[in-house]
C-alpha cells in the first residue's frame, strides 16, 4: 500500500540519537520556530563545537539534559564580550532582583542545583522578601547584595541597563527602555532549547523557577524536592527564547 507523504516522512525521520554520531545529526537537524536563524545557528556551532569527541557519548546526554553544556557555552561567550560603555549597574542597586510575572526566572537544572547549593547554608535568615515582595529570596535585605553572587545563573549575570530608573519602573510592572540582556543569555537558552529538540524522546530538559529554587533552598528543602516544586511547564522555554528574541528585534541588549 502507497505511503502518504506525511507518513513517508515519519518514516524517514531518525530515531532518537544513540551515539555521538547520531547526536550531532539531531542538533545539526534541530529546528526552533520563532528564534531568529542567525542567534540559532550561532548557538548550533557553538554546541556542535562543544560536543568534541573527547566527550563521551553518556556524558553528553548528562551535561546536555542539566543544561552544564549550556552554562559552559554561555559563560565562554560572557567571558568573551566586552562590558557595555555606559553602564549604570553598581553593588547594590537590586531592582534586577525583583522578578515580576509568574515564570520568577528560567533557569537550567545545573544553575538550579548550584544556587540550591550555595543558599541552603543560610535556610531560616531574612531573605529579598522583607526588602521588596517580588525580590529574589536570594538576595541581602538590608544590604541589597545578593548572597549567591559566585553561584548566579546566566540569567543574573547577563541582565544590564543603562539607566536605573527603568530597572525600577520595570520591577513595578512599567515598560521603560534602558535595560538589556547581554547576548550570551540568549545563546544559553538557545543552545539548551537546541538540546532538549535534540534529546527529544531520549532524555528530559527541563527549566525551573530562579525565585521558587531560591524560596526552597532558604526553607531547607533537599535539593531533589526544590528542583521538582520549581519546576517549569514544557512550554516556558520556547516562552523565554522568543521573549529574549523580541528584545533583540527591539534592539535591546
Ligand atoms: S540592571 Fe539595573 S537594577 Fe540591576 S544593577 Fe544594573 S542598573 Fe542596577
Ligand atoms: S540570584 Fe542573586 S543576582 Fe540573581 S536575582 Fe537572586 S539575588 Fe539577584
Not at 537537524?29 to 520563532?34: D, F, K, Y
Request: with cysteine; charged share 20%.
Amino acid at each position: 500500500m502507497p505511503r502518504s507523504p506525511r507518513a513517508a516522512r515519519r518514516a524517514a525521520k531518525p530515531g532518537p540519537p544513540h551515539d555521538t554520531a547520531s547526536l550531532r545529526a539531531a542538533i545539526t537537524a534541530a529546528r526552533l520556530p520563532g528564534s531568529p536563524p542567525q542567534v540559532t545557528e550561532q548557538a548550533r556551532a557553538l554546541l556542535l563545537g562543544w560536543l568534541d569527541p573527547s566527550r563521551t557519548f553518556a556524558d553528553a546526554l548528562r551535561d546536555l539534559s542539566s543544561g552544564e553544556a549550556a552554562r559552559a557555552i554561555g559563560l565562554a561567550l560572557l567571558d568573551r564580550t566586552p562590558e557595555p560603555p555606559g553602564l549604570d549597574c553598581k553593588s547594590g542597586c537590586a531592582f534586577c532582583c525583583i522578578l515580576p510575572g509568574d515564570d520568577g526566572g528560567t533557569v537550567t537544572a545545573a544553575e538550579a542545583r548550584t544556587l540550591h547549593a550555595a543558599l541552603i547554608p543560610l535556610q531560616g535568615t531574612p531573605d529579598g522578601t522583607q526588602w521588596h515582595p517580588q525580590a529574589c529570596p536570594a538576595l541581602d535585605p538590608a544590604t541589597r547584595l545578593c548572597r549567591a553572587y559566585a553561584a548566579r545563573p546566566m540569567i543574573c549575570r547577563t541582565y544590564v541597563s543603562r539607566d536605573v530608573t527603568a530597572c525600577e519602573a520595570i520591577a513595578e510592572g512599567h515598560a521603560k527602555p534602558g535595560t538589556g540582556t547581554l547576548p550570551a543569555q540568549i545563546i544559553t537558552i538557545t543552545v539548551h532549547a537546541l538540546a532538549r529538540a535534540a534529546l527529544h524522546g531520549t532524555t528530559p530538559v527541563h527549566t525551573y523557577n530562579l525565585r521558587a529554587i531560591a524560596t526552597a533552598a532558604l526553607r531547607g528543602t533537599p535539593a531533589p524536592d526544590a528542583l521538582k516544586s520549581a519546576r517549569h511547564s514544557p512550554k516556558s522555554l520556547d516562552a523565554e527564547r522568543r521573549r529574549l528574541a523580541r528584545g533583540l528585534t527591539r534592539g535591546a541588549g
